[in-house]
């Protein structure tokens, strides 16, 4: 299968098989040098089971994750997210040309990075059906998904996706290792610790490309120009702060101080009171 219709079967086949397609389906060695890109569906395909809802459901607070239902609803939340980045990424893949072997490259680490959540929301669903959990029975949102609707470039796409939402799950994925840790959750513990460890070489996916694009300009700066409008840097952080893990992926010491630093007015950026 070649890439370009690999992402085109995650975006609008909507069983959760088609969504966890393997990789070795898969043939990387024989990329369209030629696609010249096409628009990306309002929403991803969904089949009944795991389809989007407006429903609000609240994350639970940490203190409550003792509670073993508790635990896997916020592990469901997690899972969530993971659906949703594999069909972000899938659908970078589909709407951007793909015209040099500088395409190619920054084609095939989105597809790397794919791959690793693919692997993350398996371990989800096998946690929690661990603990009495089967993914699709809470509500699913598309937060994520509606925040690269309008992303036109690569750049402001791994604006949003690898320096804000894998930029803030360095953070979630080790404070919530931590808490799993406290609670004498192993399992789940080392399910957040690997997602970790893997965000800080998505985050630097991120940093590489936007390095190399950038330009005589900042790294800062021109990671805020490809912000879309309601989507700020504090959005890029989580309850805790991970600076070493930032550092190993590569991101520099201004724009580690200042994304540490920013401060907005939105409520729902306020982390710590999540606690």
Same mark, same amino acid.
């Not at 080790?174 to 965000?199: P, T, W």
């Not at 007015?265 to 606690?275: D, S």
């Given at each position: 299968?070649?890439?370009?219709?690999?992402?085109?079967?995650?975006?609008?086949?909507?069983?959760?098989?088609? *969504?966890?397609?393997?990789?070795?389906?898969?043939?990387?060695?024989?990329?369209?040098?030629?696609?010249?890109?096409? &628009?990306?569906?309002?929403?991803?395909?969904?089949?009944?089971?795991?389809?989007? &809802? $407006?429903?609000?459901? *609240?994350?639970? +607070?940490?203190?409550?994750?003792?509670?073993? #239902? +508790?635990?896997?609803?916020?592990?469901?939340?997690?899972?969530?997210?993971?659906?949703?980045?594999?069909?972000?990424?899938?659908?970078?893949?589909? @709407?951007?040309?793909? %015209?040099?072997?500088?395409?190619?490259?920054? @084609? #095939?680490? %989105?597809?790397?990075?794919?791959?690793?959540? $693919?692997?993350?929301?398996?371990?989800?669903?096998?946690?929690? @059906?661990?603990?009495?959990?089967?993914?699709?029975?809470?509500?699913?949102?598309?937060?994520?998904?509606?925040?690269? %609707?309008?992303?036109?470039?690569?750049? $402001?796409?791994?604006?949003?996706?690898?320096?804000?939402?894998?930029?803030?799950?360095?953070?979630?994925? +080790?404070? =919530?290792? $931590?808490?799993?840790? @406290?609670?004498?959750? !192993? *399992?789940?513990?080392?399910?957040?610790?690997?997602?970790?460890?893997?965000?800080?070489?998505?985050?630097?996916?991120?940093?590489?490309?936007? #390095?190399?694009? +950038?330009? !005589?300009?900042?790294?800062?700066? =021109?990671?805020? &120009? /490809?912000?879309? &409008?309601?989507?700020?840097?504090?959005?890029?952080? /989580?309850?805790?702060?991970?600076?070493?893990?930032?550092?190993?992926?590569?991101?520099?010491?201004?724009?580690?101080?200042?994304? !540490?630093?920013?401060?907005?007015?939105?409520?729902?950026?306020?982390?710590?009171?999540?606690?």
């Amino acid at each position: 299968m070649e890439l370009h219709e690999f992402a085109k079967n995650i975006l609008f086949e909507g069983d959760l098989k088609s *969504k966890l397609i393997d990789r070795s389906f898969v043939n990387l060695k024989n990329i369209d040098i030629n696609y010249t890109g096409t &628009s990306i569906p309002q929403s991803p395909a969904r089949a009944a089971d795991i389809k989007i &809802s $407006q429903e609000q459901v *609240k994350f639970p +607070r940490a203190r409550s994750l003792g509670d073993q #239902k +508790r635990r896997g609803l916020a592990l469901h939340f997690f899972a969530n997210h993971e659906l949703l980045a594999i069909e972000m990424l899938a659908a970078a893949i589909y @709407k951007f040309p793909c %015209l040099n072997d500088e395409d190619v490259a920054f @084609k #095939k680490s %989105l597809y790397s990075t794919l791959v690793d959540e $693919q692997k993350h929301l398996q371990l989800y669903i096998k946690r929690m @059906k661990d603990l009495g959990i089967k993914f699709g029975d809470y509500p699913l949102n598309d937060f994520f998904w509606r925040s690269i %609707l309008n992303v036109e470039t690569p750049h $402001q796409f791994l604006s949003v996706m690898a320096l804000t939402f894998e930029s803030a799950n360095l953070d979630f994925s +080790r404070y =919530y290792a $931590q808490v799993f840790e @406290k609670l004498g959750d !192993d *399992k789940s513990a080392e399910i957040m610790n690997e997602i970790y460890r893997d965000e800080i070489s998505h985050v630097a996916v991120g940093a590489h490309w936007l #390095k190399k694009w +950038r330009g !005589d300009r900042d790294l800062w700066s =021109y990671y805020l &120009s /490809g912000l879309p &409008s309601l989507l700020t840097p504090a959005r890029a952080k /989580g309850i805790i702060f991970e600076k070493q893990a930032r550092e190993k992926a590569g991101l520099d010491e201004d724009f580690i101080y200042k994304l !540490d630093n920013y401060r907005d007015e939105f409520q729902i950026t306020a982390r710590k009171e999540w606690k």
